[in-house]
């Protein structure tokens, strides 16, 4: 990862004790915490204004196009959920600020990650890019599947915004074996569902809900404005 933008001591001090809080927390994954160690988490939100907000483990950022930068704790969750491992294909439906996608690569997943803001689509695409990261981004909404590509299925799908339901679309596109972690329900009350995806249909799919989640939700279609 170049290091071309600043990350002073007073923001590695702060990464250290967030890794140390999540840890306390629960957090045991050693290659997750490691890559949340290294990740400037500034660098995807560049607001000096927020200063240690941004290591808050319980405060999630406002970003551009209404969207948020998730709590630490919960990217930290969320991504433990997945029980990844290197080289594995994840999809990502929230593409966001891209903290949580350079997060997955720091874990040296293969990463798909579907924006339907275009205005953080292509922001993102480009840091992303020049943070040396090579997730794969697309804009999109991932209701009905990403048609670029096409029969493709993954090992894991991330996604970080609330859906109202399970989107069938979005099982098709897992692996069997394969797991899916989504918080589903209205915005008021969404829970966090961990899928394994034990064979093509929903009698084989064992749904774990894991407690209360709070994303923005998950919509249809492009955002050009």
């Known amino acids: 990862m170049p290091t071309l933008l600043p990350d002073p001591p007073k923001y590695q001090a702060w990464r250290r004790r967030m890794v140390e809080q999540i840890q306390q927390r629960g957090i045991s994954d050693a290659r997750l915490l490691a890559a949340m160690q290294k990740l400037p988490r500034q660098w995807f939100c560049p607001d000096t204004l927020l200063d240690t907000l941004l290591y808050d483990i319980d405060c999630a950022i406002q970003i551009d196009c209404n969207q948020t930068l998730s709590k630490p704790f919960t990217v930290a969750w969320q991504t433990q959920l997945l029980g990844l491992q290197p080289h594995m294909t994840v999809l990502e439906v929230g593409t966001g600020s891209g903290y949580q996608t350079a997060v997955l690569c720091e874990m040296e997943a293969r990463v798909f990650t579907v924006e339907r803001q275009v205005v953080l689509f292509r922001k993102t695409k480009a840091l992303l890019a020049s943070l040396g990261y090579r997730a794969r981004c697309y804009l999109g909404d991932c209701f009905n599947g990403l048609p ?31 797991v899916m972690v989504i918080p589903i329900g209205p915005e008021s009350s969404q829970t966090m569902h961990r899928i394994t995806k034990l064979g093509p249909t929903p009698d084989l799919w064992r749904d774990e809900q894991l407690g209360d989640a709070y994303f923005v939700p998950m919509l249809q279609g492009k955002n050009f404005s």
């Open 148 to 178: 670029e590509m096409k029969g493709f299925q993954y090992d894991r799908i991330l996604v970080t915004c609330g859906a109202p339901q399970l989107p069938d679309g979005l099982m098709q596109m897992l692996k069997t074996g394969g």
